[in-house]
């Protein structure tokens, strides 16, 4: 009697008639997300080696939507790609920006926040953001980014370009005078520089950047074949914009709103 009440349920779950168990599920809930851990304020270490910053708080905020079981370590920016085709995590919350030459490579969620590029210069220098202007200029960018690929793309025949693990590593050298320009992240150029009093010499210099290479703003990196993940996030993501989650977070860093323009239906 025993092995026939066990056949019957084999098959009522085989053909979906009652559910094995959490088992698919608990699959999914553990995540591992990689962030970059020197990129403030979007990501960063305290004081006591702890992960902080807007993206460090939005992974949180959409794995507590999701019901996900996350776990967000820090990873260096070189090899935050490749450590994710590698399965060393499941996804990327690191202010990578969307562009067509990534998605080559993974999959990304809908944009959770855009904000444009800027050029940085010493107060005085009298530095033009031109082609004629960065002659025989160095410029200083973080290497792997929209940034490098922009001053590749458009100085590189009449200016030194020179690459940095880091974008504090570039602050650090244009502020000991070792750089005459830095292209970044506008956002991170103000928070993480201009405020500080390591860059009260300087201050932005040209237009705002945005589109073409720098993308469609800064998404969430999944796996190609992990669809399901990223339509999770992408529920997560619509869900903490439309109950304030999202606000509360941009206003804990920002005094402005670094979501940027919505998407056209």
Known sequence: MKKTYALLIAAAVSCGLIHAGPASAQAMKKVRIATEGAYEPFNYKDANGQLQGFDVDIAKALCAKAKFDCEIVAQDWD??????????????????????????????????????????????????????????????AQRATIHANYLDQNYKDV?????????????????????????????????????????????????ELRGGVFGEGAGIAVRKEDNQLREAFNKALKEIRSDGTYKKINDKYFPFDVYGPEAKS
């Open 79 to 140: 090899g935050i790609i490749p450590g994710l085709l590698a399965r060393k995590y499941d996804a990327i919350v690191a202010s990578m920006s969307i562009t067509e030459e990534r998605k080559k490579k993974v999959a990304f969620t809908d944009k959770y926040y855009q904000t444009p590029a800027r050029f940085i210069v010493k107060k005085g220098s009298g530095i033009e953001i031109s082609k004629e202007g960065l002659k025989g200029k160095t410029i200083g």
């Open 159 to 207: 200016a030194t370009i020179k690459l940095y693990d880091t974008q504090e590593n570039a602050n650090l050298d244009i502020a000991a005078g070792r750089l005459d320009a830095i292209l970044a992240d506008s956002v991170v150029l103000l928070e993480g520089f201009l405020k500080k009093p390591e860059g009260k010499n300087f201050e932005f210099a040209g237009p």
